[in-house]
């Protein structure tokens, strides 16, 4: 006998990391990795995570040239996070 008071309804999903968008098992949303790599690099800011649909390279890789590493060095430090 089921219960008509009982909601079956999903929590929504965390958004995905732009940059592990393949990775279902990331370690950490992408808001979540935003704040941890502004704080181990202070010089970013909320603008340098600007992500638009289909610009996800562009983003990346002004983020690469503000912290000064390349991209492999970049998508380690992220996916680390």
Same mark, same amino acid.
């Given at each position: 006998?089921?219960d008509?008071?009982?909601?079956?309804?999903?929590a929504p999903a965390?958004p995905?990391?732009?940059?592990a968008?393949?990775?279902?098992h990331?370690?950490s949303t992408w808001? +979540?990795?935003?704040?941890?790599?502004?704080?181990?690099?202070?010089?970013?800011t909320?603008?340098?995570?600007?992500? +638009?649909?289909?610009?996800? +390279?562009m983003?990346?890789e002004k983020?690469r040239?503000?912290v000064g590493k390349?991209?492999e060095?970049?998508?380690?430090?992220?996916?680390?996070l």
């Amino acid at each position: 006998m089921k219960d008509s008071n009982v909601s079956h309804t999903q929590a929504p999903a965390k958004p995905v990391s732009p940059v592990a968008h393949t990775d279902r098992h990331a370690k950490s949303t992408w808001a +979540e990795q935003q704040t941890k790599l502004k704080a181990k690099y202070p010089t970013l800011t909320d603008a340098d995570f600007k992500f +638009e649909e289909g610009k996800k +390279e562009m983003m990346m890789e002004k983020l690469r040239i503000k912290v000064g590493k390349s991209k492999e060095e970049l998508a380690t430090i992220i996916a680390a996070l």
